[in-house]
């Protein structure tokens, strides 16, 4: 048996570094390590990680990582759903973290796409707001249109930095808002690509905002909202076997 397997490999032990909240139920962990293998990883991959309990490491979660992979430091967005999730706020720096990965191919070769439509749901956010910060980075030229689905402003994260990426990029952002009466009333003037729509994401939205079948599609949140979305693009004609998934399930 080696040291990877009973998970005492050193480069699987990575620290805490803080833990930041992003709003009412969403925190960032923010992890440190040496394992080599992030340092080629890619936007939109995710790992899984596991914490020291009373009787020894708990069951592995996956998490996206939301940072550039270009950051030193990790970061995970992570919404507070279950046990597991749910203990991330009380994690104090310097606790070990036992981390796998980079795993998954979810937006892979997304740099090479020249117009790409990213669909979120909630926090299923996170792949895309690293393939934006990477984006950022290296001063991208993508045509960028992002769709998030919230049921509220309150469930928004990032909202400034998100913001002052339409400027940095040629990004579009729609806010759909399930719940809110008045979505218009969030609009600011100096930032004029980013949209607010009342109620849920649908195919006049899509249509409205530019959606064409010849873009790269991606979509990642909840499975039924992803459903619902693929619905909504089905009545524009794109095949759902054009979209690229990735499902959230918290615990």
């Given at each position: 048996?080696?040291?990877?397997?009973?998970?005492?490999?050193?480069?699987?032990?990575?620290?805490?570094?803080?833990?930041?909240?992003?709003?009412?139920?969403?925190n960032s962990l923010y992890l440190e390590g040496?394992?080599?293998?992030?340092?080629?990883?890619?936007?939109?991959?995710?790992?899984?990680?596991?914490?020291?309990?009373?009787?020894?490491?708990?069951?592995?979660?996956?998490?996206?990582?939301?940072?550039?992979?270009?950051?030193?430091?990790?970061?995970?967005?992570?919404?507070?759903?279950?046990?597991?999730?749910?203990?991330?706020?009380d994690l104090k720096p310097g606790t070990p973290?036992?981390?796998?990965?980079?795993?998954?191919?979810?937006?892979?070769?997304?740099?090479?796409?020249?117009?790409?439509?990213?669909?979120?749901?909630?926090?299923?956010?996170?792949?895309?707001?690293?393939?934006?910060?990477?984006?950022?980075?290296?001063?991208?030229?993508?045509?960028?249109?992002?769709?998030?689905?919230?049921?509220?402003?309150?469930?928004?994260?990032?909202?400034?930095?998100?913001?002052?990426?339409?400027?940095?990029?040629?990004?579009?952002?729609?806010?759909?808002?399930?719940?809110?009466?008045?979505?218009?009333?969030?609009?600011?003037?100096?930032?004029?690509?980013?949209?607010?729509?009342?109620?849920?994401?649908?195919?006049?939205?899509?249509?409205?905002?530019?959606?064409?079948?010849?873009?790269?599609?991606?979509?990642?949140?909840?499975?039924?909202?992803?459903?619902?979305?693929?619905?909504?693009?089905?009545?524009?004609?794109?095949?759902?076997?054009?979209?690229?998934?990735?499902?959230?399930?918290?615990?």
């Amino acid at each position: 048996m080696t040291e990877q397997s009973t998970g005492r490999d050193p480069k699987n032990i990575w620290t805490v570094v803080k833990v930041v909240p992003e709003n009412h139920d969403i925190n960032s962990l923010y992890l440190e390590g040496l394992d080599e293998r992030f340092v080629v990883r890619k936007a939109g991959q995710f790992v899984s990680i596991s914490m020291m309990r009373a009787d020894g490491w708990s069951e592995p979660h996956p998490f996206t990582i939301s940072g550039a992979p270009e950051d030193a430091i990790l970061r995970l967005t992570i919404k507070k759903e279950g046990l597991f999730t749910s203990a991330i706020p009380d994690l104090k720096p310097g606790t070990p973290v036992k981390c796998m990965g980079p795993l998954g191919v979810f937006c892979r070769n997304i740099d090479m796409k020249p117009v790409v439509v990213l669909i979120a749901g909630g926090v299923g956010v996170t792949p895309f707001l690293s393939v934006l910060r990477h984006f950022r980075n290296i001063k991208a030229g993508n045509k960028v249109t992002l769709f998030w689905a919230n049921k509220a402003m309150a469930d928004v994260f990032s909202s400034d930095e998100i913001k002052e990426m339409t400027q940095d990029l040629d990004l579009a952002v729609v806010h759909c808002l399930s719940r809110e009466d008045d979505a218009q009333r969030y609009f600011q003037q100096q930032y004029p690509r980013v949209h607010y729509e009342k109620g849920r994401l649908n195919g006049d939205i899509l249509k409205r905002h530019g959606v064409a079948k010849d873009a790269a599609l991606y979509l990642c949140g909840p499975p039924t909202m992803m459903e619902a979305a693929l619905k909504e693009l089905g009545s524009l004609d794109v095949e759902q076997s054009a979209v690229e998934q990735e499902k959230f399930i918290w615990k």
